[in-house]
């Protein structure tokens, strides 16, 4: 669903520009408090695994592929404020090495699928573990149906859009439902890789999982005679061990899916490709302004065979990702903790 140049007319753009920065602000203090010794190490991660595995389109349709969006992913994995800033760190890598997604459109892409993306998949998840049973199934089965209504949302946001800012005359009617029907296919494959990702982290380590928490009882100390909250007290070792391991694991398997498995991911055009081909949306689609990149199109530039260009590619791209991605909640990590030092506790107090 990433948006090129040329879809969406120049003041359009500009205005989902402005609500992008406005959330991607919001989300930047959100995250501070979500943010703990916990989620920072594994949000760049998030970043780089969502990186990954849009690499793996997967064919939806006859002659129509899907990717995961990630939105539901981020926002259960690490909250819904960092949710954001991880898929907008993938859109802002995707854009500016990879040529995909235009970067007029780069505020249109993070209204569209960070933002929609992971507030619908949060506020259904949210609603879903209160009334379902208080059990990790619980968490994958609310994962599920939170991403699968996520892609058709963000579909319908598009549409949205492009009824006011569209650049060519097309009937509305006709791209709704073509990108609607289209995306309720791929919102199933987005559920099944969210939902078997959520699994994976809750059965090892479902305290590194943010919408979790919920299922187990806080940690208390006896303080003075007296139980207290030991949330900010340090990991013990084995729980950071189990952490690194999987940071690790999640690393490994980014670097697998985007350097080899991507090879045989579908050629096929995705939704919105597809449904912007068939109805004619493309016709005023611009070059990208990044098309002269080393790395356009998933792919080196001057390495000749595929598998290999396309791999080292891939590579690169977790491995800029994850560090973009662990700087930024890096340095929010260090805000939180600057902002909640002692000193400022005793000054408030």
């Not at 959100?30 to 989620?39: K, N, Q, S, W």
């Not at 854009?95 to 507030?119: C, R, S, Y």
């Not at 919105?272 to 016709?283: F, N, P, Q, S, T």
Request: hydrophobic share 50%.
């Amino acid at each position: 669903m990433h948006v090129p140049d040329g879809f969406i007319n120049a003041p359009v753009s500009a205005a989902a520009g402005v609500v992008a920065a406005g959330a991607v602000a919001v989300s930047l203090r959100g995250a501070r408090r979500e943010l703990d010794e916990r989620t920072a190490p594994l949000a760049g991660l998030v970043a780089a695994f969502i990186f990954a595995v849009q690499m793996l389109n997967f064919p939806v349709a006859a002659g129509t592929s899907g990717h995961l969006l990630g939105g539901a992913l981020a926002a259960i994995l690490v909250g819904p404020y960092t949710g954001v800033l991880c898929v907008s760190v993938v859109l802002l890598m995707q854009g500016v090495l990879f040529a995909d997604g235009g970067l007029t459109a780069l505020g249109v892409n993070i209204t569209d699928m960070a933002i929609t993306t992971t507030v619908v998949a949060y506020l259904v998840f949210r609603v879903l573990v209160k009334v379902l049973p208080r059990k990790r199934s619980s968490v994958t089965a609310a994962s599920f149906v939170a991403a699968l209504l996520s892609v058709p949302a963000a579909a319908v946001v598009f549409t949205l859009i492009y009824a006011i800012g569209g650049t060519t005359d097309v009937s509305i009617g006709k791209v709704a439902t073509a990108m609607v029907g289209v995306h309720v296919l791929i919102g199933i494959g987005e559920a099944v890789i969210t939902a078997l990702t959520v699994g994976a982290v809750v059965a090892v380590r479902p305290d590194l999982v943010y919408g979790a928490r919920g299922l187990n009882r806080p940690l208390k100390l006896r303080v003075g005679g007296e139980l207290v909250d030991a949330a900010g007290t340090p990991a013990p070792a084995a729980a950071r061990g189990s952490q690194r391991k999987v940071w690790l694991t999640g690393l490994i398997t980014s670097l697998v899916l985007a350097g080899f498995v991507s090879f045989y991911a579908s050629a096929h055009p995705d939704g919105l490709e597809k449904v912007a081909h068939d109805k004619g949306i493309d016709a005023k689609a611009r070059k990208h302004a990044s098309d002269g990149s080393p790395l356009a199109g998933y792919g080196v530039k001057d390495v000749s065979d595929a598998r290999l260009s396309g791999g080292l590619a891939g590579v690169i791209g977790v491995g800029v990702t994850v560090v973009a991605g662990s700087g930024v909640f890096w340095v929010l990590r260090r805000r939180r903790t600057a902002d909640t030092s002692p000193s400022q506790i005793t000054e408030t107090v």
